[in-house]
């Protein structure tokens, strides 16, 4: 599991056991991550369309 995160709630997100955390803030997640199978975003603006880019050809958004 992938997980971002924005400084501050790094730690908070750690805690549900992700095998990385990108800080969106200061990373392209968009950039470095591929081939998700679901996506599940609930930051809004312009993250909704970086999440579509990082899906399978199958993934669930």
């Given at each position: 599991?992938?997980?971002t995160?924005?400084?501050?709630?790094?730690?908070?997100?750690?805690?549900?056991?992700?095998?990385?955390?990108?800080?969106?803030?200061?990373?392209?997640?968009?950039g470095?991550?591929?081939?998700?199978?679901?996506?599940?975003?609930?930051?809004?603006?312009?993250?909704?369309?970086?999440?579509?880019?990082?899906?399978?050809?199958?993934?669930?958004?």
């Amino acid at each position: 599991m992938v997980a971002t995160a924005g400084g501050s709630k790094r730690k908070f997100v750690e805690g549900f056991g992700p095998d990385e955390v990108i800080d969106y803030t200061a990373v392209d997640f968009a950039g470095v991550v591929r081939d998700i199978d679901v996506a599940l975003e609930a930051i809004g603006g312009d993250t909704v369309e970086q999440s579509l880019h990082v899906l399978r050809p199958a993934g669930t958004w």
